[in-house]
């Protein structure tokens, strides 16, 4: 309760306008938590361990004028983690599926953790289908043809990425929030409806009260632009 009040500049930056629960699966072996690491440090984890059950991770990213705090849900792919990993798939909007392009078993095994995402996530879910390991070209056991018509075939999205170079790591979950988010502004998806996998967010400051230590004039100095609306806790705002 002491700090309940302690909203500094971080907390401000982290404000976002959605909100989306995102599931990382595949095979084990496949690089999924490279492929997160990659993308939340922009560095590549070097003598990655079996994840045991399930990592958390999140990282805000921009698309247009909107902040989405992507929550990253990194699961274990090994068969004596499934019904736990398999808990957190509920409600999840996006889904990173994730196979190794020099692993052909890993590939042939998609349609399961396909089906698995798709009867336990939000109705809407959104799958990016990655073919990781894309450096070792020499090695490659499943064409980028093949993929790709798989994915097309499933109706989910296609691209190959590295998390050891670093290349097209961002690209999957930038792709996955603009379908989540196209699918919000037709209407597809409802974003107060439990299970959707969104939520909003409150781009704002949601503790204030006359014993804040932030005045709203610190507000106007930071670095967003336009303005921002304050939830006062009787529900009312003001800008
Ligand atoms: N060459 C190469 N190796 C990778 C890549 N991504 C992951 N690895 C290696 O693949 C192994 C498994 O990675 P990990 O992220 O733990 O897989 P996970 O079980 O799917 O989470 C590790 O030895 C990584 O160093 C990649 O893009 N290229
Ligand atoms: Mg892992």
Redesign the pocket.
């Known amino acids: 309760m002491a700090n309940d009040y302690d909203i500094d500049a971080t907390e401000l930056l982290e404000t976002y306008d959605f909100l989306m629960k995102y599931i990382i699966i595949?095979e084990?072996?496949?690089?999924?938590?490279?492929?997160l690491h990659q993308f939340t440090h922009n560095s590549f984890?070097e003598h990655?361990?079996?994840?045991i059950g399930v990592e958390f991770s999140s990282r805000t990213v921009k698309l247009g004028e909107k902040r989405i705090k992507l929550q990253l849900w990194?699961t274990a792919?090994q068969e004596r983690f499934r019904s736990v990993t398999r808990s957190y798939y509920r409600g999840a909007a996006g889904a990173i599926l994730?196979y190794d392009i020099t692993n052909r078993a890993s590939f042939l095994n998609l349609s399961r953790w396909l089906a698995d995402a798709r009867a336990l996530g939000s109705p809407q879910l959104v799958t990016v289908l990655v073919g990781?390991?894309a450096?070792?070209e020499e090695d490659r056991e499943v064409e980028w043809a093949e993929a790709s018509r798989w994915a097309a075939e499933n109706d989910i999205h296609f691209l190959e990425a590295?998390?050891?170079t670093g290349d097209n790591v961002e690209a999957p979950f930038l792709l996955c929030a603009r379908s989540i988010l196209l699918a919000i502004e037709s209407g597809a998806l409802d974003p107060e409806k439990a299970g959707s996998g969104v939520s909003y967010g409150d781009r704002a400051l949601r503790r204030v009260n006359s014993s804040s230590r932030l005045s709203f004039g610190s507000l106007s100095g930071g670095r967003r632009k336009g303005g921002v609306k304050i939830r006062l806790p009787g529900g009312s705002k003001c800008c």
């Open positions: 595949g084990a072996g496949t690089g999924k938590s490279c492929l984890k990655s361990q079996h994840t990194d792919g994730v990781n390991k450096d070792r590295s998390s050891l």
